[in-house]
C-alpha cells in the first residue's frame, strides 16, 4: 500500500504559481483573448447587438460568408521537416513597400461605431506595426485627420465610385495631397446587399434611439456614454446622412460604372491601383488589362452577394490568370493567422483583414486591434515554422492541400 504524508507548503508553493493582478480592466479583458475568436466573444459583450451585428454579420442567409470559413477549415497543411525554423521572417512587399506581416488592414465603414476612437486608433496601430492601413469613403474619420495621426504610416484610400463624378474627383485630390499612395477601387456595390441582421436590428445611420436603443443603454453604458460624450457620428466624406446603410448605397453609389471608368481613374490617379471585388478569372483579366496595379479576389466578406463565389477556391485559378502582371490579394472569411498563411502558400501576394481587427476595436479600442495583430503575428509565425518554412517569400502550393 502507497504510503501518505501531508505535503510541505515548501513542495506546494511552487504548484500555486503567481499571476500578477492587472489593474487596468482592458486590459485584463484583452488578456483573455487567445483567438480572434475571443475577441469576438469580448465585443459582442462590449457593444450594443445592431452594432456588433453591423460587424458580424453578413447577406441574406450568410451562405457566402459560411462557405469562405469553410474553405479555410478544409485546407491541409504539408509540413516539412529537419529544416531551420530558429528564426522567422513575416514580412513581405506589398506594391513595392516592405509590410511587417503580410496582410492589410482592409477599409471598414463607419468604424467610429464600433469604438469612439475608430479608424484613428486603428492607424495607430497600423503605423507602429508597420503594415498598410486603407481608409474607406464610409470611414468616419477625414482623410486630413488620419495622414495627421500617422503621417509615416503606409496609407490606401477605398474608392467608391459615386453618381457625381466630381465629388469622387476631389476624394482623389484630397487622397494625393494627403499622401496615400495607393487608391482601392471597390466594384461588387453596384447595389447594396441585403443585410438582414441590420434590417432586423433596425440599425441607421446614426444609431437612432427608439425604446430598444434606450434599453440595450443598460446594458451597455460605456458605450453610449463614449457615444454621445465624443464628435457626432458621421460619414466624415458626406456633409449627412440619416438613415440605413442600404439607403445610402442605392442612393449614392453609380450603378453604371464600367471599363472606362477604370480607364478614368487609371489616368487620374498617379499611384498605385487595386481593384477589389474580383470574383472570376474574366474579370480578373479584365480589370489589369485596364491598368490595375493589384486586385482583391473578395466577396466583400459575404455582405453582397449571397451564394458567391469562394475567394479561396478562386484564388490559384486568378493567380495563373494575373499574377505575372498584377499582385493578388485576397480576403474574405480570413479569422486567422493559419488562413493567410494558406493563401500565401495559394499565391496572394498578401491578405485584406477587416473583422478581425474591428473585433479586437470593439474588445478594447487601440489596444484591443493591437492585441488582434499580436495573435495574428504570432499565428503566422508559429504556422510558418511548423510546416517548415522561414520566409514568407519561401511558401508556395506544395505546403497546402485545398479540400474541395
Known sequence: MTARRVPRWSELAPLLGHQPLVLNPTERRLSRAHTIGDLRSIARRRTPRAVFDYTDGAAEAEISLRRARAAFRSVEFRPGVLRDVSRIDPSTTIL????ALP????PTGFTRMMHHEGERAVVRVADRRGIPYALSTMGTTSLEDIAATAPDAQRWFQLYLWKDRAASGELLR??????YDVLVLTVDTAVAGSRLRDVRNGLTIPPSLTLRTI??????P????NMLTT????FASLSSWHGTVADLV???FDPTVGPADLDWLRQSWSGKLVVKGIQT???ARMVVDHGADAIVVSNHGGRQLDRAPIPLHMLPAVVEAVGDRAEVFLDTGITGGADIVAALALGATACLVGRAYLYGLMAGGERGVERAVAILDDEIVRTLALIGVSRVADLNASHVVLHP
Request: hydrophobic share 45%.
Open 96 to 99: 513595392g513597400k516592405r509590410s
Open 103 to 106: 496582410f492589410v488592414f482592409a
Open 174 to 179: 484630397r487622397a494625393a495631397t494627403n499622401g
Open 215 to 220: 434599453a440595450d443603454t443598460a446594458t451597455h
Open 222 to 225: 460605456q458605450w453610449w456614454f
Open 231 to 234: 464628435e457626432p457620428l458621421s
Open 250 to 252: 442605392n442612393a449614392m
Open 281 to 283: 478569372v474574366e474579370d
